[in-house]
C-alpha cells in the first residue's frame, strides 16, 4: 500500500530563516514523488518533482530513499512561501497521486 | 487556455439526493483524473479516465461513477448523498498515462458540495 506522511499540520517560520517541510513515505517499489503547493485562493499547482531535479521558487527536495524521506527545504523563506503544501506520490507509469495530509506553511515578517 | 474548468463551483444537496460534477480538461489532455478532499486532508483519487475508458479507480462506494466523454471531458456522478460525501472535489488532466516527463497533471479549482 502506498502511504505519504506529513508529520506537521502547521510550521511557522521567520521571513529569512530556513524551510524545512518533512514528508515520509511507504511504498514496495521505486515512486515518484512530488511537491504540490496551493496559495490562497488559488488552485493546486506542482511545485516540484523529484526526477527533474529542479530548483522551483528556490525550493529543492531531494528523494532518500534510504529515509523514504523526500522533504522539501529552501534556504530563506519569503513571504510569498504561505501556502499549503501537500507531498504526494505514485507509481510510474501511473496517474494516481497519493497525498499526505498537507503541511501549512506561514512565513512571519 | 483557461486551464482545466469544473462546474459548478458551489453545490447544496441534501442526503439520498443524486449529484453530478463537470470537468473540462486543458485542450489535447486525454487524461481525466477526480479526487476528493475532505476538510483538513490531501486530496484522495477516486477515479482515472483515459481516452474514454476506466485506468484507475480508489477505495470508494459503487455509488460513486464517472464517464469521459469524446471530447475529453469527464462528470462524476455520486448518488445516494450521504452526509460524509461532504467535500471539494478536484479534477486533474494531463497529457498522457503516467509516462514521465510529459505527465504533469493540472488540476482545476474544484466544485465544494455540501450534503445537508
Known amino acids: 500500500a502506498q502511504r505519504v506522511t506529513q508529520p506537521e499540520k502547521l510550521l511557522s517560520v521567520f521571513k529569512g530563516a530556513p524551510v524545512e517541510l518533512k514528508c515520509n513515505y511507504s511504498?514496495?517499489?521505486?515512486?515518484?514523488l512530488f511537491w504540490y503547493v496551493q496559495y490562497s485562493r488559488q488552485r493546486l499547482q506542482l511545485l516540484l518533482r523529484?526526477?527533474s531535479r529542479e530548483s522551483i521558487k528556490g525550493f529543492t527536495a531531494d528523494l532518500n530513499k534510504g529515509e523514504t524521506s523526500f522533504h522539501l527545504k529552501k534556504p530563506f523563506a519569503q513571504e510569498e512561501d504561505s501556502a499549503m503544501y501537500y507531498c504526494?506520490?505514485?507509481?510510474?507509469?501511473?496517474?494516481?497521486?497519493?497525498f499526505g495530509t498537507g503541511t501549512r506553511l506561514t512565513i512571519i515578517p | 487556455d483557461a486551464g482545466v474548468t469544473q462546474s459548478p463551483t458551489h453545490l447544496i444537496k441534501t442526503r439520498g439526493q443524486q449529484v453530478t460534477l463537470r470537468c473540462s480538461p486543458i485542450?489535447?489532455?486525454?487524461?481525466v483524473s477526480w479526487y476528493q478532499q475532505v476538510l483538513g486532508q490531501g486530496p484522495q483519487f477516486i477515479f482515472q479516465y483515459y481516452e474514454k475508458e476506466e485506468r484507475g479507480r480508489g477505495n470508494f462506494p459503487d455509488r460513486f461513477s464517472a464517464r469521459q466523454f469524446p471530447n475529453y471531458s469527464s462528470e462524476l456522478n455520486v448518488n445516494a448523498l450521504l452526509l460524509g460525501d461532504s467535500a471539494l472535489y478536484l479534477c486533474?488532466?494531463?497529457?498522457?498515462?503516467?509516462?514521465?516527463?510529459?505527465?504533469?497533471?493540472?488540476f482545476g479549482p474544484g466544485t465544494r458540495l455540501t450534503v445537508l
Open positions: 511504498y514496495s517499489g521505486s515512486p515518484e
Open positions: 486533474a488532466s494531463s497529457l498522457a498515462m503516467g509516462a514521465s516527463g510529459s505527465d504533469t497533471q493540472y
Open positions: 485542450s489535447g489532455h486525454k487524461s
Open positions: 504526494a506520490l505514485r507509481r510510474f507509469g501511473n496517474e494516481k497521486l497519493t
Open positions: 523529484h526526477i
